[in-house]
């Protein structure tokens, strides 16, 4: 480097939370280019249940920070660059996209991006993109896929293709079940075989078998990607699906309770015991979860979540994106803004203002 630093050490995020990926950037300790010592607080990351302090495990000087307050992001992804001399910032400059325009990326993601030649502007701009990201763009590794014969013949009027194999996934195969006029025809999942099975449901493929069903004559899907703590990657798998050309199915469990004048958008899934109550609404893709209580006059913006047990009084709106954990109580009239995340079990006196994380237990406002 043209400048003589060189790199000592990667600061990067820390797992806080292992069933949350994500955390959120509350506090900054250091500038960038800035001297720093062992010890040193570097940011302290936030989720739902827990709070930490990053420290630095190096003497030198930062480079370009890679994140800035209030800013996501998952774990393992880079804060910060440490190097054996103050670096020049006009020979470490800041990824690609690091500015709101754009996305960020790191220099390795940035160098395969060129390579593939793939657009930036496909790539998501809420968060650091990874090589990992900029290869499923660029279609990296898809190669062809071909249908098990048990699959096809089995296609119908209302069969549908659950993406995702995980825990939800197999939640929402019970629901499926549990309703008349679908069935549950195949799973897709990038991390499970074809041949496999989930609940006795056959597993397609990953994601390059949308495309093939779709020829098939497959219309319809479920997100089946609860994505706790990471709803991004719910809303990135519901635009995935409907680039495929597939209908999001709404499905509603037939224990669930729904009022007759509320409304449900496509994609919006209402589990066991769940409650939705007079001219209540529920955005494209939310989630009402087992036993959880929308009351009449509410409104649940896309992609959000209600957890096992949440309780939204009256006249009460969710953002979109947003989490609200297991047990939570709020009082009538108020707003949850988009992107927040409240923990299980708190309790809500008072709006809640966009990308804000409640801690687990508390009384909101603190």
């Known amino acids: 480097m043209s400048d003589g630093a060189s790199v000592t050490g990667r600061i990067v995020a820390p797992l806080v939370n292992p069933n949350e990926p994500e955390s959120q950037v509350i506090e900054l300790g250091v500038e960038s280019f800035s001297a720093i010592s062992r010890g040193q607080i570097v940011c302290t990351l936030e989720t739902s249940k827990s709070t930490v302090d990053v420290e630095s495990e190096y003497d030198g000087f930062t480079g370009q920070l890679q994140v800035s307050l209030f800013d996501r992001i ?7 660059e440490v190097f054996d001399r103050r670096p020049s910032p006009s020979t470490h400059t800041a990824p690609v996209g690091s500015g709101s ?6 220099h390795k993601a940035e160098r395969l991006a060129r390579e593939l030649g793939v657009d930036l502007a496909l790539l ?22 071909e249908l098990a014969p048990s699959i096809t013949a089995a296609i119908g009027a209302g069969s549908v293709a659950v993406y995702g194999g995980g825990g939800f996934g197999r939640s929402l195969i019970d629901v499926i079940r549990a309703m008349d006029g679908i069935e549950a025809a195949c799973v897709v999942d990038d991390g499970l075989e074809p041949g496999e099975t989930v609940l006795g449901v056959p ?14 004559g497959l219309a319809l899907a479920v997100n089946a990607v609860g994505a706790i703590g990471r709803i991004q990657r719910r809303v990135e798998v519901s ?4 680039d495929a050309g597939l209908r999001a199915a709404t499905l509603v469990d037939p224990s669930a309770a729904v009022a007759g004048s509320a409304t449900l958008a496509d994609g919006a899934a209402i589990l066991p015991q769940a409650t939705v109550w ?22 649940v913006g896309e992609h959000a979540h209600l957890a096992p047990g949440a309780i939204l009084a009256g006249h009460c709106e969710v953002g979109d994106e947003t989490l609200v954990g297991m047990g939570v109580t709020t009082r009538p009239g108020l707003r949850i803004g988009a992107r927040a995340i409240i923990g299980n079990g708190a309790v809500l006196t008072e709006d809640v203002p966009d990308g804000t994380i409640v801690s687990a237990g508390t009384i909101w406002p603190k």
């Not at 998952?74 to 910060?80: D, R, S, V």
């Not at 007079?278 to 409104?299: E, F, M, Q, R, Y």
Request: aromatic content about 2%; charged content about 15%.
């Open 101 to 106: 325009s754009g996305p960020r990326m790191t």
């Open 239 to 242: 635009a995935r699906l409907a």
């Open 203 to 216: 597993v397609a493929g990953g994601s390059a078998a949308l495309a093939v069903l779709v020829e098939s």
């Open 278 to 299: 007079s001219a209540a609404s529920v955005g494209a893709g939310a989630i009402v979860n087992t036993g959880a209580i929308v009351s009449h006059d509410c409104h």
């Open 124 to 145: 998501p701009a809420d968060r650091f993109v990874t090589e990992r990201e900029v290869r499923r763009v660029a279609g990296v590794g898809a190669g062809a896929v």
């Open 74 to 80: 998952e774990a393992g992804e880079l804060i910060c």
